[in-house]
């Protein structure tokens, strides 16, 4: 594993940012973080492989904890390869690691799904598998979005042994209704196995969520979408996430979604660090060639978004470099749009060596230029991507 420096960049650690910086990496970590004009002055060995940016980006890499497809590959194919070649094709767009996410579906398609990810664990030449996102099945089916209500299910908790099972201890995050009856039970196993549980695809009562919280549900997937709404008699799960500044929340950036405005709303009243960049990207999102098809329904691409043939939203077609660069675009200062997509994710999810630019940390790097294209790629020390000669 060679050697990098990466030099003459504006670098953001992971929350703060500073111009005519240099990177080290070192054997898969971070060596150290100096000043261009220190840099000037070390003896750097002839075997190592230096890259001036000139004055571009260095973040850290991309963590995308949605996302169920990318390029033509998706976790419904129930295939080792749709796996890896999702992390292939990530490591392209600046993504170092992400949580393949399996729709809820009957428990056979389920597994099928979980067990391909568990086999594509460690054989990745793209971004990492950072772990597996569960989006059910123990959800509402009043707040379905494009889930299949087939593979809604009371909560069950032989099945979800059945799945953490399959899993072999890859599943990270979970997808729940907390109004469910038998979620607490639900909660606390989780709790005990290190998964993290996010509210979601929900009708809960503000009571609902509360009691959540109180078990441990404290995160919250695509923020405003498939969830109760807020309203004067009842604030709901969009309510419960806004009044309590405990609860951290997903953000799918695509302004489709969630309205520009309505993320102004959120970042004035939710703490920066609570907030999370998803792409809840679908199969088709960058596939060159038609058919589009998403969870085996064919979908169409209408004003930025996947749509099922009768008009319904199917999902995302996003980027996580697209979404830094409109959360920019919307006023938000680019240490916190990065922020969003690398040290938070990384924190929620309970991984300290990722989401920063630190001595000690996973060599996990993201180039980027001012117009927002992705330059270097770099998870573990090994470079994915490189435009830089």
């Not at 993320?263 to 939710?270: A, F």
């Not at 319904?312 to 470099?321: E, F, K, N, P, Q």
């Amino acid at each position: 594993m060679s050697n990098i420096w990466l030099i003459n960049g504006t670098v953001i650690t992971g929350y703060l940012s500073q111009e005519k910086c240099c990177i080290y990496v070192e054997d898969g970590q971070i060596g150290d973080v100096i000043s261009l004009k220190r840099f000037q002055e070390k003896k750097i060995p002839a075997d190592a492989l230096v890259y001036d940016v000139k004055g571009a980006w260095i973040t850290p890499g991309f963590i995308d904890s949605h996302i169920h497809g990318f390029g033509g590959f998706g976790t419904e194919d129930g295939k080792k390869e749709s796996i890896l070649g999702m992390s292939e094709k990530l490591a392209g767009y600046g993504v170092t690691s992400f949580c393949p996410t399996v729709y809820s579906n009957t428990p056979e398609a389920m597994l099928s799904s979980i067990i391909a990810i568990v086999e594509a664990k460690g054989e990745e030449t793209g971004a990492t598998i950072l772990g597996i996102h569960l989006e059910g099945p123990f959800i509402s089916v009043k707040r379905l979005g494009a889930q299949n209500k087939e593979g809604c299910s009371p909560v069950d908790m032989e099945l979800m042994d059945k799945l953490f099972q399959a899993g072999k201890g890859l599943i990270t995050n979970m997808t729940v209704a907390p109004e469910l009856k038998g979620m607490r039970e639900l909660a606390l196993y989780c709790l005990k196995k290190g998964i993290t549980l996010q509210a979601g695809h929900t009708d809960a009562a503000y009571e609902n969520m509360v009691e959540g919280m109180q078990a441990g549900i404290l995160h919250s997937t695509h923020f405003f979408n498939a969830m109760s709404r807020l309203h004067h008699r009842n604030p709901g799960a969009v309510g419960a996430i806004m009044i309590h500044p405990e609860m951290s929340c997903e953000i799918i950036a695509d302004g489709e979604h969630v309205h520009p405005e309505l993320l102004r709303l959120l970042m004035r009243d939710k703490p920066v660090s609570k907030v999370v960049l998803v792409t809840d990207a679908l199969k088709p999102t960058e596939q060159e060639h038609g058919p589009f098809k998403a969870n085996h329904e064919e979908v169409e691409l209408v004003d930025n978004v996947f749509k099922k043939k009768n008009g319904v939203l199917a999902g995302s077609c996003l980027t996580m470099i697209r979404g830094i660069e409109n959360l920019v675009s919307w006023g938000v200062p680019i240490e916190q749009a990065v922020q969003m997509a690398g040290s938070n994710p990384a924190r929620i999810l309970g991984n300290p060596k990722l989401g920063n630019l630190v001595p000690g940390s996973d060599a996990d790097i993201t180039v980027f230029d001012k117009q927002f294209n992705v330059l270097v790629t770099i998870a573990k020390g090994r470079i994915l991507k490189n435009l830089i000669s």
